[in-house]
Every structure is written in C-alpha cells, then in structure tokens.
C-alpha cells in the first residue's frame, strides 16, 4: 500500500514539472547556447523568458547582443529600445541604444538616445563626445561645435578637439574660427600631414591664397610631394585666379591616372575659369560618369554653369543726375555659350532720355528722346585669345544707324588680360546728343596686371572721335591691394587717376572740358552673406578740378548686391551716388541703379 502511494505521488509530480528529469532555466540554457555560438537556441531561450517576464532589461540586452553578432543591426536597436522602454533612467542603456542606431544608419535616431544617455549623466565626457560626433554626422554643425567646447572645458589638453572644431568650423563656412583652430592644433601636432592640407583650404576658402601656399609649403618640407599636396595645390592656385598653373600642376596626375574623380573634379574648375568651355565639359562630363551624386560633382556644375552657362537676362536700369537729367533703360539680353567656345549673343535696349529745359542737355523741341538699338553678336575663343564682333540696327528719334563693334582680348597669361575694341554707333548721352544724331567713333584698350596674388592694376583708355569734329582722350589706372580676407568680409584698398580732355568745349549735350582730373582713394569692402549672397561696395574720396580751377574734395558709394552667385537664377541690384565727382553730362552729382536678373542654363 505504501508503494502504491508513493509511486502514484511521483507521477503527479512528474505531470506538473512537464517532464520525468529536472530541465535546465531558459535563461541559463540561452546563456549556454550563446556562449556556444548558438544564436537561434540562444534567442529562442531568450523569448521564453521575455513571454514570462517582458520588462527584464538584461535580457532584452543579451537579445541585442545576439542580434548584433548575427549582423542584424535594426534587431539589436529594436531589443535595445525595450530594454530602454523596461528601464529609462538607465544612461548606459540609453548610449548603448544610440551605438546600436548607429550601426543600422540611424543617425537621428542614435543622436536623440545619446542626448537622453547625456541629459541622464551630463558629466559623462565619452558621452558628449558622441553627441558632438552624431551632431556632426546629422549636420548639424552649430550642435557639434557647441558640444565640442563642452568637452575642450572637461578636457583642456586633449589637442584633438581643436582639430575637430576647425574641420566643423570650416564645414559650417566660418574658416576664420577653421584656422584658429587648425593653427592650434598643428602647434602641437606639427606632423599630421591632413591638417597642413586642410589649413590650406581653409584660408583658400577666406581668400587668403599667400596664406594657403604658406601652408602648402610647411607640408612640402616636411612630407615631400603627394598626390594629395598636388590636388590642393591646384584648387588653392585655381581660387586665386591662377587657373593656368592650376591646370599645369595637375597635368601630371591626370596622365598618370585619367578616370582619378578627384583630379578631374579640379581640372573642371580651372578649365572654367580659363574660360577653356570644351576641356572644362569634358571633365564635368568625366565625373558625372564617375558618381553624379557627389557634392564636389554639383559644386563643378554649378562653376561651369555660372563662368560658362548661357544666359537669358531681362535688365533695367535708371539714371539722374544735378542737371536734372534722367534715363531709363531696359535693355533684355541672351547669350547661348557652346562648348566648343563659340557665343552667340542677341539684345535690345531701349533707353528714354529726358532734361530739364534751358539745361543744355534738353531737346531745343522739349519732350522725351527715345534711342533704340537691336543687336546681334558673335565671339570665338582661340586658346587664350577671345575675338569678338557685334552687329546692330539702331534708332535715335528720326536718326538711323547701323553700329558695329570689333573686339579682341588676350589673357597673355593669369597675371595679365589685355583687350582692344573698336566700335561707332550714337552717342546716347542727353536728349540733345540724341537729337542732333551725334555718333561717336570710339577707339579702347583695358587692361588687368595681377603682379602677386594680394595686387592687381586695372588701367583703361579711350579716344572718341564725334561727328561734331570734336574728340574726347580718357585714361584711368586704379591699383589694389588686398587688406582683409575673412570668413565675412573681404577689404582691398587701392586708390584711382583719372583724366579726360576734349578738342572743343560745344554745348552738345556732353562733357568736353579742357581737361578734368580727379585723384582718389578707394575701398573696396565686401560682405559674404554664404556662398551665394554677397554686397560688394566701392567708396571713393579724393580731389577732383577742372582745367585751372582749384582742387575740390568729391565722392561716390557705389554698392552691388547680388542672391544666386552659383545657382541657376541670379539676381543684381546696383546703386550708385556721386557727389563733386563729373559725369558724362558735366553734372556734379549724380545717381544711378539698376536690376539684373539672370537665368543660367
């Protein structure tokens, strides 16, 4: 009886443990089959216990442990989650989740679970330099830089984060705080050949090209040549106006290595700024073989675009000045640029032109003078030698005329452009030059020398010969030197001769003095607003006179606005005011604008 009873005893124990011998924990037997390799066992044993128990954190961990080393990333953030879900005041949970994210190409959200891992244990210095790598990574380069100095304060010795502050200075467009922080790190680090490279680029960017070769030359003495040098060689040559060089220091990479994106990317750059159109397309069309999704590839576009894009621009602009003369122009023009170098250029421009009576400048009939002109033009570049002519039918009050214009310009080379023109046509000054259907015959020459990268010299000259018998000479050079290169502005300083002379002195309705002359200095300040956004202003001051007459202190503000300096659209707006300064219709003061808009192809 009493083996009965206990065998009976035994097997009702045996039906509710669920089998005849005692089993191993699935917790335990998981833990054993992941040590083993096992990853389904091992997360099968997992979700058992999960079904039983759902907010146990430590084994949503072991399952993203498992799904990580199976490569299955979004599984492992997903096992993260809940276990961050079971405990949020966890920080190490919370900067586990946000490595998880990271691993599956999330970078929002590994970002938002680092700043929660931060908020929880803000003193954590490896979690703030995470916050400022996925800031970073998201492109939010205010957030990275900010997180970035927290960490500098935490860490006052660690020399890397300079470097990282100037690569995200530099991203973000402030290249002054860029090359502060580059300086600072390559005190220290003086043997890190990325950042001489990128210190060069960075004050190439701010438009400091003697500063950038400085820097290019510190990374020539102590690594030699490479490929890399070479490449910001030629970009820092190409943005200082020395695309020729540029093109000649990459030549022998390019034939080295003709399908390398990078050198081509750089040959398309200086190719368009030496206006060379078939060379620069077919570099632009070697990297878009290469990747066309590239940033650089659309930066190389939008180069090509704005130096060789035809162009279609509906144009007005006005004048006025103390004589009480004012014009209004509207002039529509459009140019188609081939890539075999060719312009084809058409236009029209209709200026209406009226003075107050007894002005000298009037109609003797009173009323508007309407002067007309339609136009057509052709323009072929020959290696560095561009030949220009232009063709048009114009119209001045009862007058007829057909205008012609010959051009021709040599870049000689980067330093040095030299142009010579010829053209006749109406002399569209006042009403009363209109009126009397007075032509000019004007005969000139212009000229730019770049003697250092920091200097430059514009001289123009002119001779007018007029069907009156009368003839104009003028002549002004005006040499600049750049003060200022910075992230924001950029300051030249220069200062400007004039002189003009007439034959006669005739009450035409146009200045024929003697001879007037005015000596002035100049500033030349621009503002960045971004890479498309720019205000450029020119001041001037200086003595001015007359033929015998004393010495007076004149001035002009002029000032160009200009949105969309690379981008498909581009808009100009002009204005100008002059005060004791001559004009072409002998006034002292005077004011002038215009607005350009311009659509690129």
């Known amino acids: ?86 405990k949020p005041d966890d920080a190490g949970l919370h900067f586990r989740l946000s490595q998880a994210h990271a691993v599956a190409n999330a970078p929002g959200a590994a970002r938002q679970a680092v700043e929660r891992a931060l908020a929880l244990r803000p003193e954590d210095p ?26 500098h304060e935490q860490q006052p010795h660690d020399t890397s984060i300079d470097l990282s502050l100037a690569r995200l200075n530099a991203w973000s467009g402030d290249t002054n705080g860029a090359v502060d922080g580059y300086r600072r790190y390559l005190t220290s680090h003086p043997d890190a050949p990325d950042a001489w490279l990128e210190l060069a680029t960075a004050e190439s960017w701010r438009g400091r090209a003697a500063a950038a070769l400085a ?22 040559l190409a943005g200082a106006g020395r695309p ?8 022998p990479l390019w034939r080295q290595d003709p399908g390398n994106y990078d050198v ?92 107050a009576p007894d002005s000298g400048l009037d109609r003797r009939g009173g009323g508007t003078a309407v ?46 452009t030299i142009g010579v023109e010829r053209s006749d046509g109406f002399v569209a000054i006042s009403p009363r030059t209109i009126e009397l259907g007075l032509t000019e015959r004007r005969h000139r020459v212009d000229l730019v020398w770049s003697p250092t990268l920091q200097t430059a010299v514009a001289a123009e000259a002119a001779y007018q010969a007029f069907s009156d018998g009368n003839v104009r000479r003028e002549i002004r050079i005006a040499p600049r030197h750049a003060i200022v290169r910075s992230s924001s502005m950029n300051l030249d300083l220069g200062v400007s001769g004039y002189r003009l002379e007439a034959r006669h002195d005739l009450s035409h309705g146009y200045y ?59 808009l100009r707006v002009t204005g100008s005011s002059t005060h004791n300064l001559r004009q072409e219709s002998g006034a002292f003061q005077g004011y002038a604008g215009s607005i350009v808009l311009t659509r690129r192809f």
């Open 512 to 570: 024929d003095p003697v001879r007037y002359e005015a000596y002035q200095a100049v500033a030349y300040p621009y503002f960045k607003g971004g890479e498309n956004v720019g205000l450029g202003v020119t001041l001037t001051a200086g003595p001015q006179r007359e033929y015998r007459r004393p010495f007076r202190f004149g001035g002009s503000v002029t000032a160009e606005a200009t949105l969309g300096i690379y981008q498909a659209w581009l």
């Open 371 to 416: 002067y007309e002109l339609g136009w057509g033009g052709l323009a072929h570049a020959f290696g560095g030698v561009t030949f220009s002519a232009r063709i048009g039918a114009t119209a001045a009050d009862e007058w007829r005329r057909t205008t012609r214009l010959l051009g021709v310009q040599w870049r000689a080379s980067d330093a040095f």
């Open 1 to 86: 009886m009493i083996r009965s009873t206990f065998f009976t005893s035994l097997a009702v124990w045996l039906c509710l443990s669920g089998s005849a011998f005692p089993q191993t924990e699935p917790l335990e037997s998981g833990m054993a089959a992941e040590s083993e390799g096992r990853w389904e066992d091992a997360l099968r044993d997992y979700r058992i216990v999960l079904e039983r128990d759902p907010r146990r954190a430590d084994v949503w961990v072991r399952v993203a442990d498992v799904a990580a080393r199976m490569g299955r990333a979004e599984d492992a953030a997903a096992a993260l989650s809940r276990a961050v879900d079971a």
């Open 244 to 251: 020729s060089q540029a093109a000649s220091v990459l030549e």
């Open 264 to 355: 081509n990317q750089a040959r398309t750059i200086a190719f368009a700024l030496q206006r060379r159109a078939h060379d620069a397309h077919d570099a632009l069309d070697s990297i878009r073989r290469i990747d066309p999704t590239r940033h650089e590839t659309r930066t190389a576009e939008r180069v090509v675009r704005a130096v060789l894009g035809s162009t279609v621009e509906p144009g007005f602009g006005f004048y006025g000045d103390s004589d009480h003369l004012q014009v209004i122009r509207i002039a529509p023009a459009a140019a188609l640029n081939l890539r075999t170098g060719t312009q084809v250029s058409a236009g029209y421009a209709r200026h209406l032109l009226r003075a």
């Open 215 to 236: 820097a290019l030359r510190a990374y020539r003495e102590r690594f030699g040549e490479s490929a890399p040098y070479t490449l910001v060689l030629a970009r820092v």
């Open 126 to 151: 490896e979690y703030r330099r995470a916050a400022a790598v996925l800031a970073t990574w998201t492109g939010d380069y205010a957030a990275a830089i900010r997180r970035y100095r927290e960490l």
